[in-house]
């Protein structure tokens, strides 16, 4: 049992390129979200998904996208790269009752 | 704004000493829970709490939750090297499963 598993666990991209986070989860939870987490911020909800094929807005949103298009997956999506979405990328899952299980993050420099 | 605001932001805890942070919210909560996130790991689930005035233990920590439902505190009593890392509060505004995560309180422990 993996729990949450993100991809990659390091990237540097240079300006303007574009990329997909990848969050796998094999505990059959209906919430996935998306974290970015700077020094000194906590944790910033970029977006989150209630369901196969639901996704919306959390606090922090421009610049992203996401798709949910298989229950166990939520990706996250960097169109056009900038140095202010260097920064620590967590993805959780959530079913109720307990607390979140977090993965163990992707560390993204933009440069 | 956020809404769930934490302090401090940085304990500075001398082997052996006892020390709280609090988490405060300007909502009433539904539940709220706590997570640890060692130097360079990932946020790991602690505990919930769901009920008004509830208090509960692990080992050294102690968890309340306010009679508002507005505020909670973590204790640490006769703190370790092992209790580095940074605590968040997680407070839930509404029914669903959408938490607002504090700041977070580092903890740097000296021998």
């Known amino acids: 049992n993996a729990g949450v598993t993100q991809t990659p666990k390091f990237r540097v991209l240079k300006t303007g390129q574009s990329m997909t986070l990848l969050c796998a989860q094999d505990?059959?939870?209906?919430?996935m979200y998306w974290y970015r987490q700077d020094p000194g911020m906590g944790l910033r909800l970029i977006h989150y998904s209630v369901g196969e094929g639901t996704t919306a807005k959390g606090e922090v949103p421009d610049g992203y996208n996401v798709s949910r298009l298989k229950k166990q997956n939520f990706l996250l999506g960097l169109e056009s790269a900038a140095p202010s979405q260097t920064s620590v990328y967590f993805c959780?899952?959530?079913?109720?009752?307990?607390?979140?299980?977090f993965g163990s993050g992707t560390r993204l420099t933009v440069v | 704004g956020q809404q769930v605001m934490q302090i401090p932001q940085y304990q500075h805890v001398q082997e052996g000493e006892d020390f709280t942070t609090y988490c405060n919210s300007s909502?009433?909560?539904?539940?709220i829970q706590w997570y640890k996130q060692r130097p360079g790991g990932h946020p790991v689930f602690l505990i919930q709490l769901v009920k008004s005035g509830e208090v509960k233990k692990q080992k050294r920590l102690t968890f309340q939750f306010g009679e508002a439902k507005k505020n909670s505190s973590l204790h640490i009593t006769a703190t370790q090297t092992t209790d580095v890392g940074t605590y968040f509060c997680a407070g839930r505004l509404g029914s669903w499963g959408k938490f607002q995560f504090g700041a977070g309180t580092q903890v740097v422990v000296t021998p």
């Open positions: 505990m059959n939870h209906e919430y």
């Open positions: 909502t009433t909560l539904s539940n």
């Open positions: 959780a899952s959530w079913t109720g009752g307990s607390g979140y299980t």
